[in-house]
């Protein structure tokens, strides 16, 4: 009797100090490591990433898609092997509506809802968040909206000289600028057609895509399952480099990754993540 209640507290001394551990992923490129946490809020792929990082699947994969201003994208672990992903392979999503696509947010990357409604994850394939930093206006206006206001507003010979300043910019390919410009007119759109172009944002992802950056559209669409915590430095270089046809990069960039075991108190001072209660 003796024995076994020695095995059980040593049982539960070793599981509480296994709870005071986390894991960073460290991701090695040609540029520096980013180092990434995963969530626990979504296990499935926490559990799949970290068994695609010991089995070493993801050593020798490249960064095959990259928009900067956007995002990074790699990990295309059966284009390294000659496979091909199966439904079966598949990860069901664990979209959580409070997790934000701000820059330095680990996502998985996925088919489009026209032939994957349920929204499931790539087996492998993950991408990081590089995104830009917005203005409340871009935030709180319906720019879709907007632009077909501005579409009918311009069928009017009246506002030729609007038309005229979208068209210099459009022969220039300059989509950003013509963003900008549409946002110049919203009190007229709205004046003329007696619409409103407002919408609602929640005061803290306002906040974070005003100071931090990211790519807001994504939220709610694809699962974000970590977080860089080190290496966003090395994020902006990978979303620098020159790239060719479907953003892949012109010169090759390959990664390896290794786990790292971290005291959950580092993590906290070192990196300033906050785990939930």
């Given at each position: 009797?003796?024995?076994?209640?020695?095995?059980?507290?040593?049982?539960?001394?070793?599981?509480?100090?296994?709870?005071?551990?986390?894991?960073?992923?460290?991701?090695?490129t040609?540029?520096?490591?980013?180092?990434?946490?995963?969530?626990?809020?979504?296990?499935?792929?926490?559990?799949?990433?970290?068994?695609?990082?010991?089995a070493?699947?993801?050593?020798?994969?490249?960064?095959?898609?990259?928009?900067?201003?956007?995002?990074?994208?790699?990990?295309?672990?059966?284009?390294?092997?000659g496979?091909?992903?199966?439904?079966?392979?598949?990860?069901?999503?664990?979209?959580?509506?409070?997790?934000?696509?701000?820059?330095?947010?680990?996502?998985?990357?996925?088919?489009?809802?026209?032939?994957?409604?349920?929204k499931?994850?790539?087996?492998?394939q993950?991408?990081?968040v590089?995104?830009?930093?917005?203005?409340?206006?871009?935030?709180?206006?319906?720019?879709?909206?907007?632009?077909?206001?501005l579409?009918?507003?311009?069928?009017?010979?009246?506002?030729?000289?609007i038309?005229?300043q979208?068209?210099n910019?459009?022969?220039?390919?300059?989509?950003?600028?013509?963003?900008q410009?549409?946002?110049?007119?919203?009190?007229?759109?709205?004046?003329?057609?007696?619409?409103?172009?407002?919408?609602d944002m929640?005061?803290?992802r306002?906040?974070?895509?005003?100071?931090?950056?990211?790519?807001?559209?994504?939220?709610?669409?694809?699962?974000?399952?970590g977080?860089?915590?080190?290496?966003?430095?090395?994020?902006?270089?990978?979303?620098?480099?020159s790239?060719?046809?479907?953003?892949?990069?012109i010169?090759?960039?390959?990664?390896?990754?290794?786990?790292?075991?971290?005291?959950?108190?580092?993590?906290?001072?070192?990196?300033?993540?906050?785990?939930?209660?």
């Open positions: 009797m003796k024995k076994i209640v020695i095995i059980i507290w040593l049982m539960m001394v070793l599981q509480g100090c296994n709870s005071d551990k986390d894991i960073l992923v460290n991701i090695n040609q540029f520096g490591t980013i180092k990434v946490l995963l969530y626990d809020e979504t296990p499935l792929h926490k559990k799949n990433f970290i068994e695609l990082v010991r070493g699947k993801y050593d020798s994969t490249l960064w095959h898609r990259v928009m900067k201003g956007f995002m990074v994208q790699g990990g295309n672990v059966n284009e390294k092997e496979t091909q992903e199966s439904l079966e392979d598949r990860i069901p999503a664990e979209i959580m509506s409070d997790f934000m696509h701000t820059k330095g947010a680990l996502a998985a990357a996925r088919q489009p809802d026209r032939v994957n409604p349920e499931m994850s790539s087996a492998s993950f991408y990081i590089h995104g830009k930093i917005f203005s409340k206006e871009e935030l709180t206006i319906d720019q879709f909206a907007l632009n077909q206001g579409s009918e507003l311009m069928k009017n010979p009246g506002y030729d000289t038309a005229q979208f068209i910019l459009q022969r220039g390919n300059k989509i950003e600028e013509m963003n410009l549409a946002l110049r007119y919203v009190e007229l759109v709205e004046s003329v057609q007696g619409i409103s172009l407002r919408k929640a005061l803290d306002l906040d974070a895509y005003t100071t931090l950056g990211g790519a807001p559209h994504l939220d709610n669409e694809y699962t974000i399952f977080r860089v915590v080190a290496g966003l430095e090395v994020v902006d270089q990978i979303a620098s480099v790239v060719g046809r479907a953003n892949r990069p010169e090759e960039l390959f990664m390896t990754m290794e786990i790292e075991e971290v005291p959950k108190k580092e993590i906290i001072e070192k990196y300033g993540y906050s785990y939930p209660e």
